[in-house]
């Protein structure tokens, strides 16, 4: 919803907030790859119950995260391989987070929220499941109320304000819910897409039926 919302404006967003970044030949898989190593620090935080200083880091690895593809559209340097490898590192750094959060749970003798950390994990790349394998099939698949933005921050406010549990609470809810309402989206369009090709195979067949009668 977060990035519906901004759409191609962030390009010129990011343009006016941070010139520098288009001032030097920047890697953007390099910085891909710099958010990732930011981002493990912000887990590492999480798992020793340092959640502000690794909020603060969740929110650095997302600055990187987020201007790479703007680097890479301004240098003319995107690629499939640029944007498989974003995805990827996406997924370590959503599993790495909550991953830590559980163990900090766990450790300190708190099963219940251990438990809602790993419900949280699971949903959460039940997510990015659902809208990949659909995404293979249907073309420009969108939907849900909690995208990957939104949980990031979440979990960054979570850890500034001290609101941690709650945070946690509400990504495994709402990532649970956005991966249902993928699949029931995916369903109705992939009927349609079997309705259709149903439609032409008909038709394939009733136009042979004719060929044939007609010789």
């Known amino acids: 919803m977060i990035k519906a919302s901004v759409g191609t404006g ?23 790859l710099l958010g990732l190593a930011v981002s493990l620090g912000a887990a590492a935080g999480f798992s020793r119950g340092a959640f502000r200083s690794g909020a603060l880091l969740v929110l650095a690895g997302g600055f990187f995260d ?26 370590v750094v959503d599993m790495a987070l909550l991953l830590a959060l559980m163990m900090f749970y766990a450790q ?37 109320i909690l995208e990957r933005a939104e949980r990031v921050v979440l979990l960054a406010a979570g850890g500034l304000f001290g609101l941690m549990p709650l945070a946690v609470t509400v990504v495994a809810v709402g990532a649970s819910v956005t991966a249902l309402q993928r699949v029931s989206i995916a369903h109705r369009r992939m009927q349609a897409l079997d309705a259709e090709a149903r439609g032409r195979t008909l038709q394939d067949t009733q136009r042979g039926g004719s060929d044939d009668g007609g010789a």
């Open 10 to 32: 962030l390009d010129r967003v990011v343009r006016r907030l941070f010139p520098f970044l288009f001032h030097v030949k920047l890697n953007p898989n390099w910085l891909s």
């Open 108 to 144: 300190a003798g708190r099963v219940t929220l251990a438990w809602i950390c790993a419900w949280a994990l699971v949903a959460s790349v039940m997510t990015s499941y659902t809208k990949a394998r659909a995404e293979s099939r249907l073309a420009d698949f969108q939907g849900g």
């Open 66 to 91: 987020l201007v790479d593809g703007v680097v890479a559209r301004a240098q003319g340097k995107t690629s499939t391989f640029g944007g498989f490898l974003d995805s990827s590192l996406d997924r």
